[in-house]
């Protein structure tokens, strides 16, 4: 039973971490645990940046297929992370988003994903 409790808490930190904050229209931030740590989890950076894509594609059943990403700069995790989303394509059965997270007024994360129908 307690392994039960520790994966349950282990999964709602996660889901706690990839709820960004929407801050405009394509603009949302996300934040880092509290933890002791120098630098901010490469995984957690494109985690977040694909729930930003994701949250500007519309509702028609489109999911990622494809994903390229680029870690330009370590991440700072005292420091929100504001992720940029550019809209590149609207087709019928594709979407393309770009995504840029940023900190301290630099790129530290580039991330290009298509979803498709």
Do not use: C, K
């Not at 392994?3 to 709820?19: F, S, V």
């Not at 950076?45 to 990403?69: E, I, K, P, Y």
């Amino acid at each position: 039973m307690v392994h039960n409790e520790e994966m349950q808490t282990a999964l709602d930190d996660l889901i706690r971490l990839l709820d960004l904050e929407a801050i405009e229209v394509n603009v949302f931030r996300g934040v880092s645990p509290q933890e002791n740590r120098q630098r901010v989890f490469g995984g957690q950076v494109a985690g977040q940046a694909l729930v930003a894509a994701t949250r500007t594609v519309d509702d028609t059943g489109r999911h990622v297929h494809s994903l390229h990403a680029y870690f330009l700069r370590p991440g700072d995790p005292t420091v929100p992370i504001l992720y940029l989303v550019d809209r590149i394509r609207d087709g019928r059965s594709f979407s393309t988003r770009r995504v840029v997270a940023i900190q301290h007024g630099q790129a530290i994360f580039n991330l290009q994903a298509s979803f498709q129908v």
